[in-house]
Protein backbone atom coordinates (compact mmCIF):
# COMPACT_ATOMS: atom_id res chain seq x y z
CA UNK A 1 0.00 0.00 0.00
CA UNK A 2 1.39 3.47 -1.06
CA UNK A 3 0.78 6.54 0.87
CA UNK A 4 -1.27 9.11 -0.16
CA UNK A 5 -1.35 12.04 1.97
CA UNK A 6 1.10 12.83 4.70
CA UNK A 7 -0.21 15.00 7.85
CA UNK A 8 2.68 15.06 10.36
CA UNK A 9 2.53 17.59 12.94
CA UNK A 10 -0.55 19.74 12.65
CA UNK A 11 -1.38 21.99 14.71
CA UNK A 12 -4.75 24.86 14.19
CA UNK A 13 -5.60 27.25 16.75
CA UNK A 14 -8.53 30.03 16.53
CA UNK A 15 -7.25 32.71 18.52
CA UNK A 16 -6.37 30.84 21.99
CA UNK A 17 -8.91 27.68 20.63
CA UNK A 18 -6.44 24.96 19.97
CA UNK A 19 -8.55 22.93 17.40
CA UNK A 20 -6.09 20.38 16.15
CA UNK A 21 -3.20 19.37 18.52
CA UNK A 22 0.00 17.46 16.59
CA UNK A 23 -1.64 15.33 14.02
CA UNK A 24 0.02 13.02 12.63
CA UNK A 25 -1.75 10.72 10.19
CA UNK A 26 -0.93 8.52 6.85
CA UNK A 27 -3.96 7.43 4.56
CA UNK A 28 -2.95 5.20 1.65
CA UNK A 29 -4.24 5.12 -1.72
CA UNK A 30 -7.73 3.59 -2.08
CA UNK A 31 -8.49 3.17 1.42
CA UNK A 32 -11.96 4.34 2.73
CA UNK A 33 -10.94 6.13 5.72
CA UNK A 34 -12.51 7.67 8.46
CA UNK A 35 -12.65 10.51 11.08
CA UNK A 36 -15.04 9.52 13.92
CA UNK A 37 -15.23 11.79 17.26
CA UNK A 38 -18.09 14.06 19.05
CA UNK A 39 -19.38 17.16 17.86
CA UNK A 40 -16.41 20.03 18.10
CA UNK A 41 -13.42 17.29 18.26
CA UNK A 42 -11.73 18.98 15.58
CA UNK A 43 -12.68 16.32 12.46
CA UNK A 44 -14.43 19.04 10.41
CA UNK A 45 -11.48 21.33 10.63
CA UNK A 46 -8.73 18.40 9.59
CA UNK A 47 -11.25 17.13 6.80
CA UNK A 48 -11.16 21.43 5.73
CA UNK A 49 -7.28 21.32 6.27
CA UNK A 50 -7.15 18.45 3.80
CA UNK A 51 -9.38 20.36 0.96
CA UNK A 52 -7.41 23.24 1.58
CA UNK A 53 -10.23 25.50 3.04
CA UNK A 54 -7.97 25.88 6.54
CA UNK A 55 -4.74 26.64 6.17
CA UNK A 56 -2.59 24.98 9.47
CA UNK A 57 -1.16 26.82 12.08
CA UNK A 58 1.84 24.60 12.14
CA UNK A 59 2.95 21.50 10.44
CA UNK A 60 2.68 19.92 7.24
CA UNK A 61 0.05 18.97 4.67
CA UNK A 62 1.50 16.10 1.91
CA UNK A 63 -0.85 14.93 -0.80
CA UNK A 64 0.56 12.56 -3.46
CA UNK A 65 4.16 13.07 -2.30
CA UNK A 66 3.47 17.27 -2.64
CA UNK A 67 3.32 19.81 0.11
CA UNK A 68 0.19 21.70 -0.01
CA UNK A 69 1.16 24.80 1.99
CA UNK A 70 -0.27 27.69 0.03
CA UNK A 71 -2.36 25.75 -2.35
CA UNK A 72 -5.66 27.26 -1.91
CA UNK A 73 -8.84 24.66 -2.91
CA UNK A 74 -9.32 25.17 -6.23
CA UNK A 75 -5.63 23.65 -6.83
CA UNK A 76 -5.82 20.67 -4.51
CA UNK A 77 -6.36 17.13 -6.05
CA UNK A 78 -9.19 16.92 -3.91
CA UNK A 79 -13.29 16.84 -3.72
CA UNK A 80 -15.36 17.75 -0.72
CA UNK A 81 -19.27 16.29 -0.67
CA UNK A 82 -20.08 19.01 2.05
CA UNK A 83 -22.61 18.36 4.74
CA UNK A 84 -25.40 20.65 3.19
CA UNK A 85 -24.73 19.20 -0.48
CA UNK A 86 -24.26 23.05 -1.63
CA UNK A 87 -25.78 21.87 -4.89
CA UNK A 88 -26.45 25.09 -6.98
CA UNK A 89 -30.20 25.20 -7.00
CA UNK A 90 -30.15 27.84 -10.11
CA UNK A 91 -28.31 25.01 -12.77
CA UNK A 92 -29.58 21.73 -13.40
CA UNK A 93 -28.67 17.81 -12.23
CA UNK A 94 -26.65 18.04 -15.32
CA UNK A 95 -25.24 21.66 -15.10
CA UNK A 96 -24.42 20.96 -11.47
CA UNK A 97 -22.37 17.69 -12.49
CA UNK A 98 -20.94 19.40 -14.93
CA UNK A 99 -19.59 22.24 -13.00
CA UNK A 100 -15.63 21.25 -12.29
CA UNK A 101 -15.21 20.74 -16.32
CA UNK A 102 -15.58 24.57 -17.07
CA UNK A 103 -12.05 24.42 -16.64
CA UNK A 104 -11.27 21.79 -18.62
CA UNK A 105 -11.01 23.58 -22.58
CA UNK A 106 -9.30 19.89 -23.61
CA UNK A 107 -12.85 18.69 -23.50
CA UNK A 108 -15.32 19.26 -26.60
CA UNK A 109 -18.68 19.46 -25.66
CA UNK A 110 -20.07 16.04 -26.70
CA UNK A 111 -17.25 14.75 -24.36
CA UNK A 112 -18.29 16.43 -21.52
CA UNK A 113 -21.85 15.36 -21.92
CA UNK A 114 -20.62 11.51 -22.00
CA UNK A 115 -18.95 12.39 -19.00
CA UNK A 116 -21.41 13.90 -17.38
CA UNK A 117 -23.91 10.97 -18.11
CA UNK A 118 -21.68 8.09 -16.89
CA UNK A 119 -21.51 10.34 -13.69
CA UNK A 120 -24.93 10.16 -12.90
CA UNK A 121 -25.30 6.35 -14.20
CA UNK A 122 -22.27 5.96 -11.76
CA UNK A 123 -24.73 7.15 -9.00
CA UNK A 124 -27.95 5.94 -10.21
CA UNK A 125 -29.31 9.25 -11.11
CA UNK A 126 -29.24 8.37 -15.40
CA UNK A 127 -31.97 10.49 -17.18
CA UNK A 128 -32.03 13.52 -14.34
CA UNK A 129 -29.81 15.61 -16.25
CA UNK A 130 -32.37 17.80 -16.85
CA UNK A 131 -33.99 18.37 -13.84
CA UNK A 132 -34.05 21.41 -11.51
CA UNK A 133 -31.57 20.83 -8.90
CA UNK A 134 -34.18 22.10 -6.05
CA UNK A 135 -36.83 19.64 -6.89
CA UNK A 136 -34.29 16.66 -5.83
CA UNK A 137 -34.97 14.53 -2.63
CA UNK A 138 -32.61 14.53 -0.02
CA UNK A 139 -30.62 11.10 -1.56
CA UNK A 140 -31.06 12.52 -5.27
CA UNK A 141 -29.12 15.48 -3.58
CA UNK A 142 -26.39 13.43 -2.21
CA UNK A 143 -26.27 11.58 -5.36
CA UNK A 144 -26.00 14.75 -7.12
CA UNK A 145 -23.21 15.95 -5.29
CA UNK A 146 -21.40 12.61 -5.24
CA UNK A 147 -21.40 12.63 -9.11
CA UNK A 148 -20.33 16.66 -9.06
CA UNK A 149 -17.09 16.00 -6.79
CA UNK A 150 -16.09 12.36 -8.59
CA UNK A 151 -16.37 13.68 -12.30
CA UNK A 152 -12.87 15.52 -11.87
CA UNK A 153 -11.41 11.86 -11.10
CA UNK A 154 -9.95 13.04 -7.54
CA UNK A 155 -6.94 11.58 -5.89
CA UNK A 156 -9.10 11.82 -2.36
CA UNK A 157 -13.05 12.58 -2.19
CA UNK A 158 -13.53 14.27 1.28
CA UNK A 159 -17.05 13.50 2.81
CA UNK A 160 -18.12 15.76 5.49
CA UNK A 161 -20.69 13.84 7.33
CA UNK A 162 -22.90 12.96 4.20
CA UNK A 163 -25.44 10.99 5.28
CA UNK A 164 -26.34 13.17 8.77
CA UNK A 165 -29.63 15.08 6.78
CA UNK A 166 -30.91 11.79 5.82
CA UNK A 167 -33.22 9.33 7.74
CA UNK A 168 -32.11 5.92 8.88
CA UNK A 169 -33.67 3.73 5.72
CA UNK A 170 -31.86 5.73 3.42
CA UNK A 171 -29.04 6.33 5.07
CA UNK A 172 -28.47 2.93 5.87
CA UNK A 173 -28.86 2.25 1.61
CA UNK A 174 -26.55 5.06 1.28
CA UNK A 175 -23.82 3.31 3.36
CA UNK A 176 -24.03 0.35 1.22
CA UNK A 177 -23.76 2.45 -2.09
CA UNK A 178 -20.57 4.75 -1.16
CA UNK A 179 -19.40 1.53 -0.12
CA UNK A 180 -19.83 -0.11 -3.79
CA UNK A 181 -19.03 3.26 -4.97
CA UNK A 182 -15.54 3.51 -3.39
CA UNK A 183 -14.57 0.05 -4.54
CA UNK A 184 -15.68 0.83 -7.73
CA UNK A 185 -13.69 4.08 -8.58
CA UNK A 186 -11.28 2.91 -6.70
CA UNK A 187 -10.69 6.81 -4.94
CA UNK A 188 -9.42 7.35 -1.44
CA UNK A 189 -12.58 8.40 0.58
CA UNK A 190 -12.37 10.27 3.95
CA UNK A 191 -15.42 10.29 5.66
CA UNK A 192 -16.13 12.50 8.62
CA UNK A 193 -19.14 11.43 10.83
CA UNK A 194 -20.18 11.39 14.81
CA UNK A 195 -22.25 8.19 13.97
CA UNK A 196 -19.75 4.79 14.65
CA UNK A 197 -22.07 2.79 13.13
CA UNK A 198 -21.88 4.26 10.19
CA UNK A 199 -17.44 4.87 10.89
CA UNK A 200 -17.85 0.23 11.45
CA UNK A 201 -19.47 -0.28 8.79
CA UNK A 202 -17.58 1.80 6.09
CA UNK A 203 -14.62 2.36 6.92
CA UNK A 204 -11.06 -0.13 6.05
CA UNK A 205 -9.61 2.32 9.46
CA UNK A 206 -10.84 4.73 11.22
CA UNK A 207 -9.64 7.83 13.42
CA UNK A 208 -11.25 8.09 16.66
CA UNK A 209 -10.84 12.06 17.90
CA UNK A 210 -11.61 13.75 20.99
CA UNK A 211 -10.36 17.35 21.93
CA UNK A 212 -8.70 17.99 18.74
CA UNK A 213 -6.19 14.67 19.17
CA UNK A 214 -6.23 11.48 17.39
CA UNK A 215 -7.20 8.75 20.46
CA UNK A 216 -6.96 5.85 18.42
CA UNK A 217 -6.50 4.73 14.79
CA UNK A 218 -7.07 1.05 13.56
CA UNK A 219 -9.44 -0.94 11.51
CA UNK A 220 -12.94 -1.51 12.89
CA UNK A 221 -12.64 -4.47 14.61
CA UNK A 222 -9.56 -3.75 16.49
CA UNK A 223 -11.58 -0.46 17.30
CA UNK A 224 -14.24 -1.85 18.53
CA UNK A 225 -12.65 -5.33 20.87
CA UNK A 226 -9.71 -4.18 21.54
CA UNK A 227 -9.99 0.22 22.71
CA UNK A 228 -6.86 1.80 23.73
CA UNK A 229 -8.88 3.73 26.40
CA UNK A 230 -11.70 4.12 28.32
CA UNK A 231 -12.97 6.92 26.17
CA UNK A 232 -12.51 5.42 22.95
CA UNK A 233 -14.29 2.28 24.55
CA UNK A 234 -17.19 4.72 25.27
CA UNK A 235 -17.91 5.90 22.23
CA UNK A 236 -17.86 2.98 20.54
CA UNK A 237 -20.67 0.33 21.22
CA UNK A 238 -21.93 0.14 24.50
CA UNK A 239 -19.31 -1.59 27.19
CA UNK A 240 -19.71 -2.35 30.92
CA UNK A 241 -16.63 -1.09 33.42
CA UNK A 242 -15.77 -2.74 36.46
CA UNK A 243 -12.98 -1.56 39.19
CA UNK A 244 -9.89 -3.56 38.73
CA UNK A 245 -6.25 -3.89 39.80
CA UNK A 246 -3.53 -5.14 37.78
CA UNK A 247 -1.18 -7.18 40.06
CA UNK A 248 1.40 -8.56 37.06
CA UNK A 249 2.34 -7.94 33.60
CA UNK A 250 3.91 -9.80 31.69
CA UNK A 251 3.12 -12.31 28.78
CA UNK A 252 0.20 -12.58 30.88
CA UNK A 253 -1.66 -10.17 33.26
CA UNK A 254 -2.94 -11.29 36.49
CA UNK A 255 -5.87 -8.75 38.09
CA UNK A 256 -8.55 -8.68 40.14
CA UNK A 257 -11.52 -7.86 39.11
CA UNK A 258 -14.48 -6.46 41.14
CA UNK A 259 -17.48 -9.04 41.28
CA UNK A 260 -15.36 -11.44 39.16
CA UNK A 261 -12.62 -12.56 41.25
CA UNK A 262 -9.13 -13.14 40.36
CA UNK A 263 -8.57 -12.96 36.15
CA UNK A 264 -5.77 -13.58 33.86
CA UNK A 265 -6.01 -12.62 30.62
CA UNK A 266 -3.12 -12.10 27.64
CA UNK A 267 -1.05 -9.05 27.27
CA UNK A 268 -2.49 -7.51 23.94
CA UNK A 269 -5.69 -6.82 26.12
CA UNK A 270 -4.36 -4.09 27.21
CA UNK A 271 -3.00 -0.87 25.77
CA UNK A 272 0.99 -0.57 25.92
CA UNK A 273 2.61 0.26 28.52
CA UNK A 274 0.26 -1.42 31.36
CA UNK A 275 1.24 -0.91 34.62
CA UNK A 276 0.27 -3.10 37.82
CA UNK A 277 -2.15 -0.50 40.13
CA UNK A 278 -6.14 0.26 39.62
CA UNK A 279 -7.28 -0.21 35.99
CA UNK A 280 -10.77 -0.62 34.89
CA UNK A 281 -12.07 -3.90 33.11
CA UNK A 282 -13.96 -3.33 30.49
CA UNK A 283 -16.62 -6.32 28.77
CA UNK A 284 -18.83 -6.07 25.98
CA UNK A 285 -22.87 -6.76 26.69
CA UNK A 286 -22.74 -9.00 23.73
CA UNK A 287 -19.91 -11.00 25.18
CA UNK A 288 -22.18 -11.57 28.05
CA UNK A 289 -25.08 -13.89 28.60
CA UNK A 290 -27.34 -14.84 30.95
CA UNK A 291 -27.63 -18.78 31.55
CA UNK A 292 -31.42 -19.90 31.02
CA UNK A 293 -32.89 -23.15 32.95
CA UNK A 294 -31.74 -26.17 31.43
CA UNK A 295 -28.55 -24.64 29.29
CA UNK A 296 -25.05 -25.43 30.37
CA UNK A 297 -22.06 -23.84 29.68
CA UNK A 298 -18.79 -24.56 29.86
CA UNK A 299 -17.80 -20.69 30.56
CA UNK A 300 -17.57 -18.76 34.03
CA UNK A 301 -20.49 -18.19 35.81
CA UNK A 302 -21.83 -15.33 38.16
CA UNK A 303 -24.89 -14.95 40.25
CA UNK A 304 -26.60 -12.36 39.96
CA UNK A 305 -30.56 -10.74 39.86
CA UNK A 306 -32.43 -9.01 37.01
CA UNK A 307 -32.58 -5.38 37.46
CA UNK A 308 -33.93 -3.94 34.58
CA UNK A 309 -35.30 -5.66 30.76
CA UNK A 310 -35.12 -3.66 27.99
CA UNK A 311 -36.78 -6.22 24.52
CA UNK A 312 -35.59 -4.62 21.28
CA UNK A 313 -37.53 -7.15 19.41
CA UNK A 314 -34.83 -9.17 18.01
CA UNK A 315 -33.10 -8.54 21.05
CA UNK A 316 -33.08 -8.13 24.96
CA UNK A 317 -31.09 -5.81 26.81
CA UNK A 318 -30.91 -6.78 30.56
CA UNK A 319 -29.15 -5.00 33.38
CA UNK A 320 -28.07 -7.65 36.04
CA UNK A 321 -26.72 -6.95 39.60
CA UNK A 322 -23.93 -8.69 40.85
CA UNK A 323 -22.23 -8.63 44.36
CA UNK A 324 -19.28 -6.39 45.04
CA UNK A 325 -20.25 -4.32 41.91
CA UNK A 326 -22.25 -0.70 42.66
CA UNK A 327 -23.19 -0.38 38.40
CA UNK A 328 -25.45 -3.59 36.87
CA UNK A 329 -24.25 -5.11 34.26
CA UNK A 330 -25.62 -4.67 30.88
CA UNK A 331 -26.01 -8.11 28.55
CA UNK A 332 -27.35 -8.15 24.94
CA UNK A 333 -28.91 -11.48 24.61
CA UNK A 334 -30.62 -12.35 21.29
CA UNK A 335 -33.99 -13.61 21.33
CA UNK A 336 -33.44 -16.78 19.94
CA UNK A 337 -36.35 -19.70 19.27
CA UNK A 338 -37.34 -20.64 22.78
CA UNK A 339 -35.84 -18.51 24.98
CA UNK A 340 -38.12 -16.97 27.37
CA UNK A 341 -37.46 -13.13 28.87
CA UNK A 342 -36.71 -12.96 31.86
CA UNK A 343 -38.41 -10.57 34.53
CA UNK A 344 -37.76 -7.92 36.98
CA UNK A 345 -35.95 -9.27 40.14
CA UNK A 346 -35.48 -12.98 39.06
CA UNK A 347 -32.34 -14.72 39.68
CA UNK A 348 -30.29 -15.67 36.81
CA UNK A 349 -26.53 -16.64 36.37
CA UNK A 350 -24.33 -14.37 33.79
CA UNK A 351 -21.72 -16.39 31.94
CA UNK A 352 -18.62 -14.59 30.90
CA UNK A 353 -14.83 -15.63 29.23
CA UNK A 354 -12.11 -13.27 29.82
CA UNK A 355 -10.89 -13.76 26.91
CA UNK A 356 -13.33 -10.55 25.86
CA UNK A 357 -11.84 -8.57 28.62
CA UNK A 358 -9.80 -5.76 28.21
CA UNK A 359 -7.80 -3.80 30.47
CA UNK A 360 -7.48 0.20 30.21
CA UNK A 361 -6.41 2.72 32.53
CA UNK B 1 -69.83 40.09 7.53
CA UNK B 2 -68.90 43.49 9.79
CA UNK B 3 -65.19 42.36 9.06
CA UNK B 4 -65.91 42.51 5.52
CA UNK B 5 -67.46 46.00 5.99
CA UNK B 6 -64.52 46.84 7.67
CA UNK B 7 -62.33 45.88 4.94
CA UNK B 8 -63.88 47.33 1.83
CA UNK B 9 -64.18 51.08 3.97
CA UNK B 10 -60.60 51.00 4.91
CA UNK B 11 -59.64 50.13 1.14
CA UNK B 12 -62.19 53.13 0.19
CA UNK B 13 -60.18 55.56 2.57
CA UNK B 14 -56.79 53.79 1.58
CA UNK B 15 -57.13 54.33 -2.29
CA UNK B 16 -60.16 57.14 -3.05
CA UNK B 17 -57.35 59.83 -3.19
CA UNK B 18 -55.52 57.72 -5.79
CA UNK B 19 -58.16 56.40 -7.88
CA UNK B 20 -59.35 60.45 -7.82
CA UNK B 21 -56.02 61.26 -9.34
CA UNK B 22 -57.05 59.72 -13.39
CA UNK B 23 -60.33 60.95 -13.07
CA UNK B 24 -59.95 64.38 -13.05
CA UNK B 25 -56.50 63.78 -14.86
CA UNK B 26 -59.19 62.91 -17.89
CA UNK B 27 -61.65 66.01 -16.82
CA UNK B 28 -62.04 68.37 -18.74
CA UNK B 29 -62.44 71.54 -16.41
CA UNK B 30 -59.35 73.87 -14.31
CA UNK B 31 -61.37 73.15 -11.16
CA UNK B 32 -61.26 70.13 -9.61
CA UNK B 33 -65.06 69.10 -8.19
CA UNK B 34 -67.77 67.13 -9.50
CA UNK B 35 -69.90 66.72 -11.30
CA UNK B 36 -67.17 66.23 -14.28
CA UNK B 37 -67.33 67.85 -17.31
CA UNK B 38 -66.05 65.16 -19.90
CA UNK B 39 -63.28 63.99 -21.29
CA UNK B 40 -59.93 65.36 -22.48
CA UNK B 41 -56.55 64.30 -22.56
CA UNK B 42 -54.85 67.79 -22.88
CA UNK B 43 -53.72 68.01 -19.63
CA UNK B 44 -51.17 65.26 -20.86
CA UNK B 45 -50.49 67.10 -23.50
CA UNK B 46 -49.29 70.12 -21.74
CA UNK B 47 -47.23 68.15 -20.15
CA UNK B 48 -45.49 66.97 -23.19
CA UNK B 49 -44.78 70.76 -23.88
CA UNK B 50 -43.48 72.02 -20.77
CA UNK B 51 -39.73 72.43 -20.69
CA UNK B 52 -39.08 73.45 -17.18
CA UNK B 53 -41.30 70.23 -16.24
CA UNK B 54 -38.81 68.01 -18.89
CA UNK B 55 -36.12 69.14 -16.68
CA UNK B 56 -37.34 68.07 -13.77
CA UNK B 57 -38.24 64.95 -15.28
CA UNK B 58 -34.81 64.35 -16.44
CA UNK B 59 -33.36 65.70 -13.32
CA UNK B 60 -35.43 63.28 -10.74
CA UNK B 61 -34.18 60.23 -13.04
CA UNK B 62 -30.86 60.62 -13.23
CA UNK B 63 -30.73 61.35 -8.87
CA UNK B 64 -32.99 57.86 -8.97
CA UNK B 65 -31.09 56.02 -10.86
CA UNK B 66 -27.76 56.91 -9.49
CA UNK B 67 -29.56 56.50 -6.08
CA UNK B 68 -30.26 53.47 -6.78
CA UNK B 69 -26.86 52.17 -7.95
CA UNK B 70 -25.05 53.29 -4.79
CA UNK B 71 -27.80 52.13 -2.42
CA UNK B 72 -27.64 48.78 -3.56
CA UNK B 73 -24.01 48.24 -3.47
CA UNK B 74 -24.16 49.72 0.18
CA UNK B 75 -27.11 46.94 0.70
CA UNK B 76 -24.98 44.53 -1.39
CA UNK B 77 -21.77 44.78 1.36
CA UNK B 78 -24.24 44.89 4.40
CA UNK B 79 -26.30 42.20 3.89
CA UNK B 80 -23.03 40.03 2.55
CA UNK B 81 -21.42 40.62 5.85
CA UNK B 82 -24.42 40.35 7.97
CA UNK B 83 -25.24 36.76 6.45
CA UNK B 84 -21.70 35.64 6.23
CA UNK B 85 -19.43 36.67 8.72
CA UNK B 86 -19.66 37.12 12.95
CA UNK B 87 -17.87 40.20 13.84
CA UNK B 88 -18.55 42.20 17.37
CA UNK B 89 -21.43 44.08 17.98
CA UNK B 90 -23.07 42.83 15.16
CA UNK B 91 -26.54 43.14 15.79
CA UNK B 92 -26.02 46.70 17.66
CA UNK B 93 -23.89 48.03 14.40
CA UNK B 94 -27.07 46.47 11.94
CA UNK B 95 -29.53 47.73 13.42
CA UNK B 96 -27.41 51.43 13.39
CA UNK B 97 -27.56 51.56 9.90
CA UNK B 98 -31.37 50.49 9.52
CA UNK B 99 -32.32 53.76 11.65
CA UNK B 100 -32.65 56.02 8.67
CA UNK B 101 -35.23 53.76 8.00
CA UNK B 102 -37.73 55.48 11.10
CA UNK B 103 -35.83 58.68 11.43
CA UNK B 104 -38.56 62.02 10.28
CA UNK B 105 -37.54 62.64 6.78
CA UNK B 106 -37.78 66.62 7.73
CA UNK B 107 -35.06 66.16 10.20
CA UNK B 108 -32.53 64.26 7.82
CA UNK B 109 -33.51 66.77 5.97
CA UNK B 110 -32.88 69.80 7.75
CA UNK B 111 -29.97 68.30 9.40
CA UNK B 112 -28.23 67.83 6.33
CA UNK B 113 -28.53 71.03 4.82
CA UNK B 114 -26.96 72.74 7.79
CA UNK B 115 -24.12 69.57 7.47
CA UNK B 116 -24.18 70.48 3.78
CA UNK B 117 -23.79 74.19 3.47
CA UNK B 118 -22.69 75.37 7.22
CA UNK B 119 -20.15 72.41 7.98
CA UNK B 120 -19.06 71.65 4.68
CA UNK B 121 -19.70 74.95 3.08
CA UNK B 122 -20.63 73.46 0.00
CA UNK B 123 -23.18 74.26 -2.59
CA UNK B 124 -26.16 72.77 -3.30
CA UNK B 125 -26.72 70.35 -6.47
CA UNK B 126 -27.96 66.78 -7.58
CA UNK B 127 -25.45 65.54 -5.49
CA UNK B 128 -26.22 66.80 -2.46
CA UNK B 129 -29.51 65.04 -3.00
CA UNK B 130 -28.03 61.48 -4.21
CA UNK B 131 -26.32 61.37 -0.99
CA UNK B 132 -29.38 61.62 1.29
CA UNK B 133 -31.17 59.87 -0.65
CA UNK B 134 -28.69 57.00 -0.67
CA UNK B 135 -29.06 57.90 2.91
CA UNK B 136 -32.39 56.77 3.16
CA UNK B 137 -32.66 54.46 0.81
CA UNK B 138 -29.80 52.18 1.70
CA UNK B 139 -31.89 50.22 4.43
CA UNK B 140 -34.39 49.44 2.38
CA UNK B 141 -32.01 47.89 0.41
CA UNK B 142 -30.46 45.84 3.06
CA UNK B 143 -33.98 45.09 4.25
CA UNK B 144 -34.41 43.38 1.15
CA UNK B 145 -31.16 41.85 0.29
CA UNK B 146 -30.61 40.39 4.00
CA UNK B 147 -33.32 37.77 2.86
CA UNK B 148 -31.56 37.34 -0.62
CA UNK B 149 -27.86 36.43 1.33
CA UNK B 150 -29.64 34.80 4.26
CA UNK B 151 -30.78 32.13 2.19
CA UNK B 152 -27.54 31.40 0.48
CA UNK B 153 -25.67 27.80 1.62
CA UNK B 154 -22.04 29.23 3.04
CA UNK B 155 -20.75 25.89 1.46
CA UNK B 156 -22.43 27.08 -1.95
CA UNK B 157 -19.78 28.90 -2.40
CA UNK B 158 -17.00 26.54 -1.23
CA UNK B 159 -18.31 24.26 -3.39
CA UNK B 160 -17.40 25.85 -6.59
CA UNK B 161 -14.13 27.07 -5.49
CA UNK B 162 -13.19 23.21 -4.46
CA UNK B 163 -14.87 22.44 -7.89
CA UNK B 164 -11.54 24.99 -9.37
CA UNK B 165 -12.63 28.22 -9.85
CA UNK B 166 -11.50 31.29 -8.08
CA UNK B 167 -13.03 33.09 -4.92
CA UNK B 168 -14.11 35.71 -7.16
CA UNK B 169 -15.36 33.48 -9.75
CA UNK B 170 -17.19 31.17 -7.26
CA UNK B 171 -18.89 34.42 -6.43
CA UNK B 172 -19.68 35.48 -10.01
CA UNK B 173 -21.20 31.94 -10.73
CA UNK B 174 -22.74 31.07 -8.09
CA UNK B 175 -23.90 33.68 -5.43
CA UNK B 176 -24.55 36.36 -7.93
CA UNK B 177 -27.15 34.43 -9.92
CA UNK B 178 -28.87 33.42 -6.90
CA UNK B 179 -29.47 36.96 -4.87
CA UNK B 180 -29.53 38.60 -8.38
CA UNK B 181 -33.31 38.86 -8.10
CA UNK B 182 -33.03 40.71 -4.78
CA UNK B 183 -30.52 43.02 -6.39
CA UNK B 184 -32.74 44.33 -9.09
CA UNK B 185 -36.08 44.46 -6.85
CA UNK B 186 -33.41 46.37 -4.44
CA UNK B 187 -32.79 49.11 -7.06
CA UNK B 188 -36.31 49.15 -8.68
CA UNK B 189 -37.50 50.04 -4.65
CA UNK B 190 -34.67 52.63 -4.23
CA UNK B 191 -35.42 53.95 -7.31
CA UNK B 192 -38.84 54.69 -6.88
CA UNK B 193 -38.81 56.11 -3.13
CA UNK B 194 -36.20 58.51 -4.58
CA UNK B 195 -38.42 59.72 -7.46
CA UNK B 196 -41.05 60.20 -5.38
CA UNK B 197 -39.11 61.79 -2.69
CA UNK B 198 -39.94 65.30 -2.09
CA UNK B 199 -38.78 66.62 1.56
CA UNK B 200 -35.43 66.26 1.36
CA UNK B 201 -35.14 67.31 -2.47
CA UNK B 202 -37.05 70.33 -1.45
CA UNK B 203 -34.35 71.50 1.54
CA UNK B 204 -31.64 70.18 -0.86
CA UNK B 205 -31.96 70.96 -4.09
CA UNK B 206 -29.81 73.43 -5.84
CA UNK B 207 -31.43 75.72 -8.96
CA UNK B 208 -32.62 73.12 -10.85
CA UNK B 209 -35.79 71.02 -8.61
CA UNK B 210 -36.39 67.45 -8.88
CA UNK B 211 -40.19 66.51 -9.83
CA UNK B 212 -41.86 65.98 -6.74
CA UNK B 213 -40.23 69.65 -6.25
CA UNK B 214 -41.40 70.79 -9.70
CA UNK B 215 -44.76 69.38 -9.03
CA UNK B 216 -45.13 71.52 -5.54
CA UNK B 217 -44.23 74.64 -7.10
CA UNK B 218 -46.73 74.30 -9.90
CA UNK B 219 -49.79 74.16 -7.16
CA UNK B 220 -49.07 77.85 -6.43
CA UNK B 221 -50.94 78.15 -10.04
CA UNK B 222 -54.72 76.51 -9.67
CA UNK B 223 -54.89 76.30 -13.83
CA UNK B 224 -51.88 74.34 -13.28
CA UNK B 225 -53.39 71.96 -11.08
CA UNK B 226 -54.78 69.33 -13.69
CA UNK B 227 -51.82 68.98 -15.25
CA UNK B 228 -50.48 67.92 -11.77
CA UNK B 229 -53.05 65.31 -11.82
CA UNK B 230 -51.95 64.20 -15.07
CA UNK B 231 -48.29 64.05 -14.01
CA UNK B 232 -49.27 62.43 -10.27
CA UNK B 233 -51.36 59.72 -12.63
CA UNK B 234 -48.27 58.68 -14.70
CA UNK B 235 -46.27 58.35 -11.30
CA UNK B 236 -48.54 56.20 -9.72
CA UNK B 237 -48.80 53.73 -12.55
CA UNK B 238 -44.86 54.10 -13.05
CA UNK B 239 -44.48 53.13 -9.07
CA UNK B 240 -46.93 50.08 -9.56
CA UNK B 241 -45.45 48.47 -12.30
CA UNK B 242 -41.65 49.04 -10.53
CA UNK B 243 -42.83 48.01 -7.29
CA UNK B 244 -44.54 44.37 -8.84
CA UNK B 245 -41.77 43.71 -10.99
CA UNK B 246 -40.12 44.06 -7.86
CA UNK B 247 -42.09 41.77 -5.91
CA UNK B 248 -42.03 39.09 -8.73
CA UNK B 249 -38.13 38.91 -9.26
CA UNK B 250 -38.03 38.59 -5.24
CA UNK B 251 -40.24 35.51 -5.27
CA UNK B 252 -38.85 34.06 -8.13
CA UNK B 253 -35.26 34.65 -6.26
CA UNK B 254 -36.66 32.27 -3.36
CA UNK B 255 -38.05 29.60 -5.90
CA UNK B 256 -34.90 29.20 -7.90
CA UNK B 257 -33.31 29.12 -4.39
CA UNK B 258 -35.80 26.52 -3.52
CA UNK B 259 -36.58 28.33 0.09
CA UNK B 260 -40.31 28.96 1.49
CA UNK B 261 -41.56 32.37 0.92
CA UNK B 262 -41.35 33.91 4.63
CA UNK B 263 -43.12 37.07 3.52
CA UNK B 264 -41.64 39.62 1.44
CA UNK B 265 -40.80 43.07 2.21
CA UNK B 266 -43.62 44.36 0.00
Redesign the interface.
Known amino acids: MTSLITLKGVNKYYGDYHALRDIDLTINEGEFFSLLGPSGCGKTTLLRTI?G?ESVSDGVVMIGGKDMAGV????RP???V???Y?I???LSVAENVA??L??RSDLDKAAKQALVDDALDMVGLGGFGARA???LSGGQRQRVALA??LI?KPKVLLLDEPLSALDKKMREQMQVELIRLQRHVGITFILVTHDQEEALVMSDRIAVMFEGRIGQLDDPETLYRRPNSRKVAEFIGKMNFLKADVKAVGDVIDLDVAGLGKVRVAAEQAPEPMNTGPAVAGIRPETLAVLFDGETTVRKLVDGVVDEVVYYGDMTYYDVRIAGVAQPLNIAMKNLIGRPVLEVGEKTRVVWDERSLVVLR | MSLRIYAIAYLIFLYAPIVLLPIFAFNDATIIAFPLAGFTTKWFDALMTGNALHAAVKNSLMIAATTAVLATLLGICAARAGAMYKFPMKAGIMGFIMLPLVLPEIIVAVSLLVVVVQILNLGLSNWTIIAAHVLICTPFSIAILNGAFQNLDPSMEEAAMDLGESRFSAFRLVTLPLVMPGIISSMLIAFTISLDEFIIAFFLSGASPTMPVYIWGLLRFPASLPVVMALGTILVALSIVLLTIAEVLRRRGLARAGVQDKGGFL
Open positions: AFSANLTNMFQSAFPHFGRKAHARAL
